[in-house]
């Protein structure tokens, strides 16, 4: 069985009073393994970034338990951090400093660590080094933080929403460098809230929702979970009721004589039913992991409100 980098069972944090807590993780568990890349995925306020900062030792949980490296954070201290490379969702860079330097005082914070990379991935990412931070637009300082997260070789990635501010070749870039750290045996733990991205390099995606892990699988099963959206035109109206019956099948709408629906599992009760009558035109076509994204937030949440505590 392959290693956890990250595990976290029944973690709770709450912000505000004990008397009227907030909780912006509602026991979630989690479990990363060494080597692979895994997605995180929710949107604005789910969760994502407050588990990040709990992984970094930079909140404490309420309840539950966090392991990185096999260790508690807060015992894991600066040498398991030093094996991290972690890039914040909202990276805050100015002064007057240029990039080049900016990057060479942080290779210099790790013992030398990673300068000999700065140029090429720079290079990689089209980033002006001799550039004052205090002056580069959003899409450059966030490629100044992917070169300080990825410089040093680091055994695990923390990315928070990576290709924020990027263009689309750079996006491309992005998932490139990904790919080839996970060769090198790299974990990463990418959150985002952009799934077509996260498809293109992830084994497995979890989806958090109001601070719990709502579906976590790999990415074929959960295209698969995702179904098909099938359409069927019969020469006479159906009987809507009589497919709403069938398994697997749901979303049951009909206009005239044409049937809409979508398929989650097998085909074949759906395909016999539809044997009944005759058939003029019929498709279906897969769904795409951002439809099960979709229909997850657009049920009403269990269990615990949906919290916004500035988190992405």
């Known amino acids: 069985m392959t290693a956890a980098v990250i595990r976290a069972d029944g973690l709770v944090k709450e912000y505000g009073s004990r008397r009227a807590p907030v909780r912006a993780l509602d026991g979630?568990?989690?479990?990363?393994?060494?080597g692979e890349v895994f997605g995180f995925l929710g949107p604005n306020g789910a969760g994502k970034s407050t588990t990040i900062r709990v992984l970094l030792d930079q909140l404490r949980p309420t309840a539950g338990r966090v392991e990185v490296f096999g260790r508690s954070p807060q015992d894991g201290g600066p040498a398991a951090r030093a094996r991290i490379g972690y890039l914040p969702g909202e990276l805050t860079v100015g002064g007057r400093a240029t990039a080049g330097q900016l990057l060479g005082h942080l290779a210099a914070l790790r013992g030398g660590a990673g300068r000999d990379r700065i140029g090429p991935l720079a290079e990689r990412l089209t980033l002006d080094l001799d550039r004052p931070i205090r002056g580069l637009s959003k899409g450059n300082k966030q490629k100044v933080g992917l070169v300080q997260a990825f410089m040093h070789a680091p055994e695990?990635?923390?990315?928070?929403?990576?290709?924020?501010?990027?263009?689309?070749?750079?996006?491309?870039?992005?998932?490139?460098?990904?790919?080839?750290?996970?060769?090198?045996?790299t974990t990463v733990f990418m959150s985002s809230h952009v799934l077509s991205e996260v498809e293109l390099v992830a084994e497995r995606v979890a989806i958090v929702r109001a601070g719990r892990i709502v579906d976590l699988d790999d990415v074929a099963t959960l295209r698969h979970h995702a179904g098909q959206q099938v359409v069927l035109t019969f020469a006479e109206p159906p009987d809507a009721d009589r497919f709403r019956q069938l398994p697997d099948v749901d979303g049951v709408e009909v206009e005239g004589a044409t049937l809409r629906c979508l398929l989650r599992g097998e085909p074949d009760a759906l395909l016999k039913e539809a044997a009944m009558h005759r058939v003029v035109r019929w498709s279906a076509q897969d769904r795409e992991l951002e439809d099960l994204f979709l229909d997850f937030y657009r049920m009403p949440a269990t269990g615990t409100a949906e919290v916004m505590v500035d988190d992405r």
């Open 28 to 34: 979630l568990d989690l479990e990363v393994r060494r």
């Open 156 to 185: 695990l990635l923390i990315l928070d929403e990576p290709t924020s501010g990027l263009d689309p070749l750079l996006q491309h870039e992005f998932l490139d460098m990904v790919r080839e750290v996970r060769a090198a045996g």
